[in-house]
């Protein structure tokens, strides 16, 4: 078969960057303006209160930064603490790693607890340091809400008890670029100091923006810090933004395309949202299930509804996998990262997606499979996302 260019839309069914809707992309398709002009105001002012309903904060500061997730992570950690600051942090995957990493060149001295890949935030051990530390000398407790490399969402309500429980005045940091707009995300609720999120997932656009927010706690800290920072100060953006622009040129057709996406969230209503998320999850496990194959996430209750990490037999290598599925259907699988390369392959199931779509993205993945000689029942994935899909449909007819 020719490999020219194939016909159809590429399957995207990476953790990230999701697919755009129809809508966005043509809502970015525009001429660029003045970004300092009398009517600016009108796209960006209504973006932050917005966002804040995403987030869930009523209390908390919207930010939207020119930045991918990193540089969010970044933003959170230099607005707020200092060189030398202790912070404690669960390793437990290529993204809460890759966090820790950014602290540590920071400056800043990370308590690191080890959790096994496929497991997430683990609340006791948090609250034992914390207990531990007499001398309130932790300032911060990062978690990943929702560990995209190996497929596990934490219980973030539960890292707030633990804080709590040990009465300890550590600040709350919460990565949630492959949660928020696709999990109930509750800020105010969970008493989280900094979200940080990104726009290339749930949020159903190009990498660009970090989209962001900080408790009042969060911000009065960074009033007495000592780190370094200048694109990303905090302060710059609050007094620019109080009136409608930013400190520096901002991406427009972002800004664009963020107004349509948050417009297409709210059509469809955020609790709907995160059940589409949890109904689509259900039949991707389901499809895991039926291959006679396990995921990433050790127990049921680690499963994200965002993304699952299929890990391939023994003696096989999952990298074919993704590599058939690109090259022979079109199809774009998530890759393993780090210590999962070559055991895990993922399918993202967050962003713009129904069902027909993931039934597609399961039998290519049964396809890349069975080619690469792992021992599946052909469409007994299918089948059981079908079951699923058809027991309780997204279109209540
Ligand atoms: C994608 C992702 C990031 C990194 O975001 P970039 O936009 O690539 O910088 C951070 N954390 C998690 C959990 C992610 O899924």
């Known amino acids: 078969?020719?490999?020219?260019?194939?016909?159809?839309?590429?399957?995207?069914?990476?953790?990230?960057?999701?697919?755009?809707?129809?809508?966005?992309?043509?809502?970015?398709?525009?001429?660029?303006?003045?970004?300092?002009?009398?009517?600016?105001?009108?796209?960006?002012?209504?973006?932050?209160?917005?966002?804040?309903?995403?987030?869930e904060t009523d209390a908390g500061h919207a930010f939207i930064f020119p930045a991918s997730g990193t540089g969010g992570w970044e933003a959170a950690i230099t607005n707020t603490l200092s060189?030398?600051?202790?912070?404690?942090?669960?390793?437990f995957g290529q993204f809460s790693h890759l966090w820790i990493d950014l602290c540590g060149r920071l400056g800043l001295e990370v308590i690191k607890q080890e959790c096994p890949w496929g497991t997430g935030n683990d609340p006791e051990k948090i609250e034992e340091a914390l207990r531990a530390d007499k001398n309130h000398e932790i300032k911060a407790v990062l978690a990943t809400h929702n560990e995209t490399a190996t497929g596990v969402t934490s219980d973030i309500g539960a890292v707030r008890k633990a804080i709590d429980n040990a009465k300890h005045p550590a600040l709350l940091f919460v990565d949630g670029v492959s949660s928020v707009a696709s999990l109930p995300f509750h800020m105010d609720k969970w008493g989280v100091d900094v979200i940080v999120s990104g726009s290339q997932k749930g949020f159903m656009l190009p990498a660009g923006l970090?989209?962001?927010?900080?408790?009042?706690?969060?911000?009065?800290?960074?009033?007495?810090?000592?780190?370094?920072?200048?694109?990303?100060?905090?302060?710059?953006?609050?007094?620019?933004?109080?009136?409608?622009?930013?400190?520096?040129?901002?991406?427009?057709?972002?800004?664009?395309?963020?107004?349509?996406?948050?417009?297409?969230?709210?059509?469809?209503?955020?609790?709907?949202?995160?059940?589409?998320?949890?109904?689509?999850?259900?039949?991707?496990?389901?499809?895991?299930?039926?291959?006679?194959?396990?995921?990433?996430?050790?127990?049921?209750?680690?499963?994200?509804?965002?993304?699952?990490?299929?890990v391939v037999p023994?003696?096989?290598?999952?990298?074919?996998?993704?590599?058939?599925?690109?090259?022979?259907?079109?199809?774009?699988?998530?890759?393993?990262?780090?210590?999962?390369?070559?055991?895990?392959?993922?399918?993202?199931?967050?962003?713009?997606?129904?069902?027909?779509?993931?039934?597609?993205?399961?039998?290519?993945?049964?396809?890349?499979?069975?080619d690469n000689g792992i021992k599946i029942q052909p469409g007994s994935g299918v089948a059981a996302a079908q079951a699923v899909y058809r027991a309780d449909p997204l279109l209540k007819a």
């Open 210 to 310: 970090a989209l962001m927010a900080a408790s009042p706690k969060a911000i009065e800290a960074g009033k007495k810090n000592s780190s370094r920072r200048a694109y990303f100060e905090f302060q710059d953006m609050i007094k620019n933004n109080e009136t409608g622009y930013f400190p520096y040129t901002p991406s427009i057709p972002l800004l664009h395309g963020l107004k349509e996406a948050l417009a297409i969230l709210f059509e469809e209503g955020l609790d709907q949202v995160y059940k589409r998320h949890h109904h689509l999850a259900e039949g991707v496990r389901a499809a895991v299930g039926a291959w006679g194959l396990k995921p990433c996430a050790k127990e049921a209750k680690w499963n994200s509804d965002t993304v699952t990490a299929i």
């Open 314 to 370: 023994e003696g096989y290598d999952a990298a074919k996998v993704i590599s058939t599925a690109y090259k022979r259907y079109n199809l774009a699988l998530g890759a393993g990262l780090s210590e999962v390369a070559g055991k895990v392959f993922r399918i993202g199931h967050l962003g713009d997606l129904n069902e027909l779509m993931l039934l597609g993205a399961i039998a290519g993945a049964e396809m890349a499979m069975l």
């Open 83 to 91: 060189p030398g600051d202790k912070v404690l942090a669960q390793r």
């Open 1 to 55: 078969m020719s490999n020219s260019r194939i016909p159809g839309r590429n399957f995207l069914f990476v953790p990230g960057p999701t697919n755009l809707p129809d809508r966005v992309q043509r809502a970015m398709m525009v001429a660029s303006e003045d970004h300092r002009s009398p009517t600016f105001p009108d796209l960006v002012k209504p973006l932050f209160p917005q966002l804040k309903k995403v987030f």
